[in-house]
């Protein structure tokens, strides 16, 4: 009959008891040597095993803590500049308007006031301007009408034909008096 592994009988560790005479071995001096010297490399990368794990864990710990104090992310961040940069273009524009208008510094209230209203919201800092310093009278019209001619005097120019010259044209080519009359250069009295 078999014995099953429960009923085989355990056995007993050996039991470590001083070497004796003819248990020792005698090894060469250089090859002890090179024993020693990989027992030594191997606690050495040991040690450094144990001191690369030490710090990977750090830095999981400094991983997690950072987490944990809020570092915004960078959808974050790219907002955050977003708006940044959009109050600067709006400062600069602002200040180029109010270097354009210099009566604005004075209302710079009553003109965020008129931009806040409904019907002027969303409107250009630019046109906001004008439109509120027109509104206010404020504005100076630089369009005064129709410029005023420059052409010169409004007076045919004589000839320098004689009576009996405009006569003769007149008899001889008549196209060309007409056309001459038409254009006042010749004048009839």
């Given at each position: 009959?078999?014995k099953?592994?429960e009923?085989l009988?355990?056995?007993?560790?050996p039991?470590?008891s001083?070497?004796?005479?003819?248990?020792?071995?005698t090894?060469?001096k250089?090859?002890?040597d090179?024993i020693k010297?990989?027992?030594?490399v191997s606690?050495?990368?040991f040690?450094?095993?144990?001191?690369?794990e030490?710090?990977?864990?750090?830095?999981?710990?400094?991983?997690?803590?950072?987490?944990?104090?809020?570092?915004?992310?960078?959808?974050e961040r790219?907002?955050?500049?977003?708006?940044?940069?959009?109050?600067?273009?709006?400062?600069?524009?602002k200040?180029?308007?109010?270097d354009?208008y210099?009566?604005?510094k004075?209302?710079?209230?009553?003109?965020?006031?008129?931009r806040?209203d409904p019907?002027?919201?969303?409107?250009?800092?630019?046109t906001?301007a004008?439109?509120?310093l027109?509104?206010?009278?404020l504005?100076?019209?630089?369009?005064?009408?129709v410029?005023?001619?420059?052409g010169?005097?409004?007076?045919?120019?004589?000839?320098?034909?004689s009576?009996?010259?405009?006569?003769?044209?007149?008899?001889?080519?008549?196209?060309?008096?007409?056309?001459?009359?038409?254009?006042g250069?010749?004048?009839?009295?």
């Amino acid at each position: 009959m078999e014995k099953k592994p429960e009923e085989l009988e355990p056995q007993n560790p050996p039991v470590e008891s001083a070497p004796k005479a003819d248990d020792v071995v005698t090894i060469p001096k250089a090859e002890l040597d090179d024993i020693k010297h990989k027992a030594e490399v191997s606690s050495q990368n040991f040690e450094r095993l144990k001191k690369a794990e030490q710090d990977n864990a750090e830095l999981e710990q400094a991983l997690e803590a950072l987490k944990d104090n809020d570092v915004p992310s960078e959808d974050e961040r790219v907002k955050k500049l977003e708006t940044e940069l959009k109050d600067v273009q709006g400062e600069l524009a602002k200040s180029k308007v109010l270097d354009k208008y210099p009566v604005l510094k004075d209302l710079q209230g009553e003109l965020d006031a008129f931009r806040a209203d409904p019907e002027n919201k969303g409107m250009n800092l630019q046109t906001a301007a004008k439109a509120f310093l027109t509104e206010k009278g404020l504005l100076e019209p630089t369009r005064k009408g129709v410029e005023k001619g420059s052409g010169g005097p409004r007076q045919a120019l004589s000839t320098g034909m004689s009576d009996s010259d405009i006569k003769n044209l007149r008899e001889t080519n008549y196209k060309k008096y007409r056309e001459m009359v038409i254009k006042g250069q010749i004048k009839t009295s």
